[in-house]
């Protein structure tokens, strides 16, 4: 029999630390039995957008996320079964042809902006974390990862963020926080963040 995984979802504001958050929780739960799922591979794919439409996309909402393919690769996930991870490329904003294999791991975190805003997921999830940042903080962090990573300008990110990153924010990430199990600090050292979410899985876990 396939053994089941203990499904960890981590929530929150664009560039809020979810990313660097399960990074840690997975080097503490170890490595080798932990996986992390980045809900950015399951962006929608654009290609048959023209480029000026794909930029024009509002990609601060669920609907850009295809959460029907997401709630199916969570749910084999947690039976111990095997996916194939998209791939998504944030320059073209279309998905790549290769995608990832993942294999059964005891331990699967979700991290994403809407990691929490979808019941069905919510409840295939054995604990929720929301992550709090302070809006300017996001902001700079966001500035810096699409120069450095994504072939953005600092003006086309700034732009960006006013017209839909912090509208989103409030209408769609925020109220996910009253779902969480645990609501934890980004700006805190992400070390102790880790180490608390840790605590409350190997609880959940009856480790």
């Not at 975190?109 to 019941?119: K, P, Q, R, Y």
């Amino acid at each position: 029999m396939p053994h089941q995984a203990l499904l960890i979802a981590i929530a929150g504001p664009s560039c809020s630390g979810k990313t660097t958050l399960a990074e840690n929780v997975r080097r503490t739960l170890g490595g080798r039995e932990t996986v992390i799922l980045s809900m950015d591979n399951y962006y929608r794919d654009l290609s048959e957008l023209s480029a000026e439409d794909r930029a024009a996309t509002n990609f601060d909402c669920p609907d850009a996320i295809e959460d029907e393919l997401l709630a199916t690769h969570l749910l084999r996930l947690s039976r111990g079964e095997a996916i194939e991870c998209p791939k998504y490329d944030f320059s073209t904003h279309s998905r790549l042809a290769e995608t990832t294999h993942i294999a059964p791991h005891r331990f699967v975190i979700v991290e994403g902006l809407f990691a929490l805003h979808w019941e069905d997921i919510r409840q295939r999830v054995d604990l929720r974390v929301y992550v709090e940042s302070r809006d300017g903080f996001c902001l700079a962090r966001r500035i810096a990862r699409d120069v450095t990573h994504r072939g953005r300008t600092p003006d086309s990110v700034l732009n960006q963020y006013t017209a839909t990153v912090r509208p989103m924010r409030i209408k769609f990430i925020e109220p996910t926080k009253h779902f969480a199990d645990i609501v934890v600090n980004g700006g805190k050292p992400v070390s102790e963040t880790a180490c608390q979410i840790v605590d409350q899985v190997k609880e959940a876990a009856q480790l």
